[in-house]
Nanobody, 115 residues
Framework: QVQLVESGGGLVQPGGSLRLSCAAS????????MRWYRQAPGKERELVAA???????TYADSVKGRFTISRDNAKNTVDLQMNNLKLEDTAVYYC?????????WGKGTLVTVSS
């Protein structure tokens, strides 16, 4: 019953901004660490950012200072604000949570950074 649905991806020019959102259901959202991953063409999936139920955040070095992860426990959503986007940020972005010993993923949302 765990479900994650990403939204907000699209085409953006270098230096631009996008805000991704993940809507979660099927578990007690506020109790779980939420994560954003991304997978670029021909590359391994990598962890971009994570946030605990209480709001403690971590970031990959490649996005630190440009991306901000946040959550709204009343709405069961986790967002990723992406600023100063670079060509290297082009990827499918996935929402992820580990619940009761299983890893759950959304279907992903595509972010394309291009001039």
């Amino acid at each position: 019953q765990v479900q994650l649905v990403e939204s907000g991806g699209g085409l953006v020019q270098p230096g631009g901004s996008l805000r991704l959102s993940c809507a979660a259901s099927g578990f007690t959202f506020s109790s779980y660490r939420m994560r954003w991953y991304r997978q670029a063409p021909g590359k391994e999936r990598e962890l971009v950012a994570a946030i605990t139920g209480a709001g403690t955040t971590t970031y990959a070095d490649s996005v630190k200072g440009r991306f901000t992860i946040s959550r709204d426990n009343a709405k069961n959503t986790v967002d990723l604000q992406m600023n100063n986007l670079k060509l290297e940020d082009t990827a499918v972005y996935y929402c992820n949570v580990w619940v009761r010993g299983m890893d759950y993923w959304g279907k992903g949302t595509l972010v394309t950074v291009s001039s």
